[in-house]
């Protein structure tokens, strides 16, 4: 997949998010919701080196690996010993940690069904995971993804994302999902033209 990871980031945080929601006041749960929704992204932040580069293929970088995201976790929660406010303080750390890694594990658990993840590096650099065989006749990749079967799940996911996620009651979910929504699409049709 690739539009969706926002969405699915948004729709896998709402059960944690709905368990902590009378623990945090309304700037922290704007920021969990930031962090566990951006962290579904983060991966992906690697695109804009492989197009740098002219590279096709981004999900061997250690980017969609487990590793450093394991210790971006332990920082986080880390920083949880130095904290002392009540607001933004230890028990914010520790959940913020978890919702970070909640919503990167979503990105990779995708991606791993949905064309392979490089699952163990910088140690093991080989993707596993299932091809997204994607060749369709034609050579630009946009077209292709357009006609796979992902593009099926890519609607039914936004389906199910804007009906769990209606009402003012999620602005800021949907309004942080939306945004990394577009700029995915945008930046897919970006690559998949200076890769025709």
Not at 31 to 43: H, K, M, R, Y
Not at 67 to 72: E, G, H, K, T, W
Not at 108 to 136: E, K, Q, R, T, W
Request: glycine share 6%; aromatic share 20%; no cysteine.
């Amino acid at each position: 997949m690739y539009f969706n990871h926002a969405t699915a980031g948004a729709l896998a945080m709402k059960p944690l998010m709905k368990k902590y929601e009378t623990l945090f006041s309304a700037k922290e749960k704007t920021v969990l919701w930031f962090i566990g929704i951006t962290s579904a992204v983060l991966p992906d932040f690697d695109i804009a080196y492989s197009v740098i580069k002219n590279l096709e293929d981004h999900r061997s970088f250690i980017t969609h690996g487990l590793f450093i995201y394991l210790l971006a976790f332990l920082v986080i929660y880390g920083l949880s010993y130095f904290q002392k406010k009540d607001e933004f303080g230890r028990k914010f750390f520790r959940v913020a940690a978890s919702v970070f890694l909640f919503g990167v594990s979503t990105h990779l658990l995708i991606d791993f069904f949905a064309g392979g993840v490089a699952l163990f590096s910088p140690f093991y650099a080989g993707v596993i995971g299932f091809d997204m065989g994607l060749n369709h006749g034609t050579e630009n990749r946009l077209v292709q993804y357009l006609l796979s079967k992902y593009m099926i799940l890519e609607v039914v996911l936004l389906t199910v994302f804007f009906k769990v996620f209606k009402g003012k009651a999620y602005f800021i979910p949907k309004l942080f999902s939306i945004f990394y929504l577009i700029i995915a699409i945008i930046s897919f049709i970006f690559v998949s033209l200076s890769f025709f």
